[in-house]
């Protein structure tokens, strides 16, 4: 268990919709990652923040956004759903900014289904 | 384009064997290479973690190699166990990259009884 929680495990919904993942970080970590693996693809970085501001972007698409709250719990929102959105979503969190040599401790993720 | 690539692509090995699954990159510079076990439906988890500067790190029956001249990493497992089925990726983090990791695909290990 690396400590780091993500909520809801599954997520079935249509096309077109929204959904929000929530995303709780290991106790003292202040940044939160997000990342997607596609079926049988490599993970993808989406996005990171760190205590609460964004930090750094990398491939999220426009319908995607992410905040990270004053505890430090985050949430990544998802709108005008695809097929090709469907994926597992994963969170990490470490204790540095990203600057550093610092581990990223992964969460269990959310296997989002778009029918 | 910075790239991680694996290889193989997936691996059966019987249990007690050894392997050495392979990582070549082009990311350049970088500031560290990681080694992850991820199982089925599950996070990734943290095997080992080497600066450009080390040569090899282990943890355990896994031992990690970097070659910074020839951008090329192994993972060697000594005496596999059932228990070691499962995707071992390799992720660089490019130089002031915000910990960007760039993923490889992985390489998917079977270990057979």
């Known amino acids: 268990d690396s400590g780091v929680t993500q909520t809801p495990k599954h997520l079935i919904t249509a096309t077109g919709q929204r959904v929000t993942l929530r995303c709780s970080p290991r106790?003292?970590?202040?940044?939160v990652y997000w990342y997607q693996q596609s079926l049988d693809q490599g993970l993808q970085f989406l996005i990171q923040y760190y205590n609460g501001e964004e930090r750094a972007k990398g491939n999220i698409l426009e319908r995607f956004s992410a905040q990270q709250f004053p505890d430090l719990h985050s949430e990544l929102n998802l709108s005008s759903l695809e097929l090709g959105d469907s994926a597992l979503y994963f969170c990490?969190?470490?204790?540095?900014?990203?600057?550093?040599?610092?581990?990223?401790?992964f969460g269990p993720g959310t296997r989002l289904t778009v029918l | 384009k910075n790239q991680v690539e694996q290889s193989p692509q997936s691996l059966i090995i019987l249990e007690g064997k050894n392997c050495t699954l392979q990582?070549?990159?082009?990311?350049?510079?970088?500031?560290?290479l990681r080694w992850y076990k991820q199982d089925t439906g599950r996070g990734p988890v943290s095997l080992t973690i080497?600066?450009?500067?080390?040569n090899t790190k282990s943890n355990g029956r896994y031992t990690a190699t970097l070659d910074a001249d020839t951008k090329q990493s192994s993972l060697h497992i000594t005496a596999s166990q059932l228990s070691d089925s499962a995707s071992y990726i390799c992720?660089?983090?490019?130089?002031?990259?915000?910990?960007?990791?760039?993923f490889g695909a992985g390489t998917r290990l079977a270990v057979h009884p």
């Open positions: 990490a969190s470490s204790v540095g900014g990203g600057r550093d040599y610092t581990e990223q401790f």
């Open positions: 106790s003292g970590d202040l940044s």
């Open positions: 080497m600066t450009f500067s080390e």
């Open positions: 990582c070549n990159y082009t990311v350049s510079p970088f500031s560290n």
């Open positions: 992720v660089v983090t490019p130089s002031g990259g915000y910990n960007k990791l760039i």
